[in-house]
Structure formats: structure tokens, C-alpha cells
């Protein structure tokens, strides 16, 4: 029985790394050099901290996460109305990189949650706010920051700098350009210019090289941003037309399940679309 404790593996933590005994580490868990690791934290298996991560109470992160320097995970919401005996959490799924600078704060309110998806990639000094929800295999280039209860959909490309207001959700297999700015909602599949709202077509490149998007779905996807934004009909109008669709797959059912949510929105989510500003002639 001796024996079988001595080879019981445990994690392996750096001599200078300063980790609270009430955290819960899988036993595969590497922690480097002049890491601080707080209570009330849990971090699953495979998962590494290179040098100079701070993790803060009440954060858990999964399994096979690649956390780099100087990001500091679980940080005081920014919010005046926070108060600091308040418990809220910030959770983070599996398979996600976290490059240099990343901070990812937990949520205001007693109880609620930041939430991080799986397979997410944040590149050097990205930010996401309190209660914000990223969904899997989104990606946010350098210096994207997403606001308080920004709400961002599977597959979107956030180039760098992009913003995202509070509030605003950012639908599925979006993509922007660099400097992007949000603070209306964005339907699937659409790509941002480089400004304010401005919508300049859909992701057509990003839809032709998804494996789950066939071209019927890619067909009647045009046909839902065509009368969204082309048809001159009222929001009503537009919604009567997409629900007679019928042949519609699930691809274009998520573009008119969110115009119905947008629509159907209130206070504080209650906010316009993108406007649509077109570009060149889109491929």
C-alpha cells in the first residue's frame, strides 16, 4: 500500500508556483513558474499553466486546456455594482488555447457564470467580461474584447481588434475583419467590415469550406439573408415568408430562428441588426 501511494500520480507544479491546498487539480495538471492558483478552483486533466497564469476563486476549467502567460482567468467582474462577498464563477470548457495576456473574468450577479466552450482559440490579449457566453470553436484574434453578456455563437472568426458591445449576439460561422465594431445583433453566417455594424454579406467562403453546409443549405441561407436584407418587407413580413418555407434545412432554420429571437427580444437585449452595407459583388 506504501508503494501504491508513492507511485500515485500527482500533479506536477513548479517550486515558485503558489497553489491554494482547497484547489481540485487532476493529477495530469502542469503548473509552471510563478503561477498562483486560488481556493475554490478546479482544473481537469491534461491541462497546463505555463508561466505567470493566475486563476482565481471560483473558476473551473476542463480537460486539455493550453493556458499561456500572463492571462489571468477569473478576475472581479468589471462592474461598479459588483460587490466583492458576491460568489459568482467563470467555467471554461476542454481543448481550448489561451495565448499571452488573455483575461476571462467571472460574472456579476450572486451565482451566475462567465461561460467558455470547447475548442475556442484566444489569441494575445483577448478579453472576454462578466456573464459573457463563447460557444465552441469560436475564434478571437489579438486584442478582441467582448463586453458584459456579449453572447457569441459556434465557429465565429473575431478578427483583431474586433469589439463586441454588451448585450449583443453574435450569431453562428460570422466573421469580421479586423476593428470590427458590434453593438447590434449579427445573423448567422454574415461577414463584418472593418466599422461600426457594418454588414457586407455572408461568409460565403467560410460556408463553402464547411463540411456540414451543403450547397442546398448554402442556397437557402442566400435565401434568408436575401429577405432580411434585400426584400424591403417589414421584420414581420420577412418572418411570414421565411415560416412558409418549409424545405428548409436546419442551417437556414438557425438564420430564421434568430430573427425571431431578435425580434422577440427585450430589454436589455433589445436591439436592431447589422445593417447591411454592400461591397463588391460577393462571390
Known amino acids: 500500500m506504501f508503494r501504491d501511494r508513492m507511485e500515485q500520480k500527482m500533479p506536477k507544479i513548479h517550486p515558485t508556483a503558489i497553489v491554494d491546498p482547497s484547489a481540485e487539480l487532476d493529477a495530469t495538471v502542469e ?7 486560488e481556493g475554490n478552483v478546479k482544473i481537469g486533466g491534461g491541462t497546463v499553466l505555463h508561466s505567470h497564469v493566475i486563476v482565481r476563486s471560483y473558476t473551473e476549467i476542463g480537460e486539455n486546456n493550453q493556458i499561456h502567460p500572463f492571462t489571468v482567468l477569473g478576475g472581479d467582474p468589471q462592474d461598479y455594482g459588483y460587490k466583492s ?3 459568482t464563477h467563470l467555467r471554461i470548457g476542454d481543448n481550448n488555447l489561451l495565448r499571452e495576456g488573455v483575461t476571462i473574468n ?12 470547447n475548442n475556442t482559440m484566444w489569441m494575445a490579449n483577448s478579453h472576454a467580461g462578466h456573464n459573457a457566453i463563447v460557444q465552441d470553436n469560436v475564434v478571437c484574434a489579438n486584442s478582441v474584447a467582448l463586453a458584459g453578456y456579449a453572447q457569441i455563437a459556434p465557429r465565429v472568426i473575431l478578427s ?7 448585450f449583443t449576439w453574435v450569431g453562428e460561422m460570422v466573421m469580421t475583419q479586423g476593428k470590427a465594431g458590434i453593438s447590434s445583433h449579427v445573423p448567422p453566417y ?50 411570414e415568408k421565411m415560416d412558409a418555407c418549409g ?6 432554420g438557425k438564420f430564421r430562428d434568430f430573427i425571431h429571437k431578435v425580434v422577440d427580444a427585450e430589454k436589455p437585449y433589445k436591439r436592431a441588426l447589422c445593417r447591411f452595407t454592400p461591397r463588391a459583388k460577393s462571390r
Request: charged letters at 20%; proline letters at 0%.
Open 31 to 37: 503548473i509552471g513558474a510563478y503561477s498562483v492558483v
Open 85 to 87: 462577498e458576491t460568489i
Open 106 to 117: 467571472r460574472a456579476t450577479g450572486e451565482g451566475n457564470v462567465t461561460i467558455i466552450g
Open 160 to 166: 483583431g481588434g474586433a469589439m463586441v458591445h454588451q
Open 190 to 239: 454574415c461577414l463584418l467590415a472593418g466599422g461600426i455594424n457594418v454588414l457586407i454579406g455572408l461568409n460565403s467562403v467560410g460556408l463553402r469550406r464547411a463540411e456540414h453546409i451543403s450547397s442546398e443549405d448554402h442556397r437557402q441561407i442566400k435565401e434568408a439573408f436575401d429577405l432580411t436584407y434585400r426584400s424591403n418587407l417589414s421584420k414581420a413580413e420577412v418572418l
Open 247 to 252: 424545405d428548409w434545412g436546419e442551417a437556414a
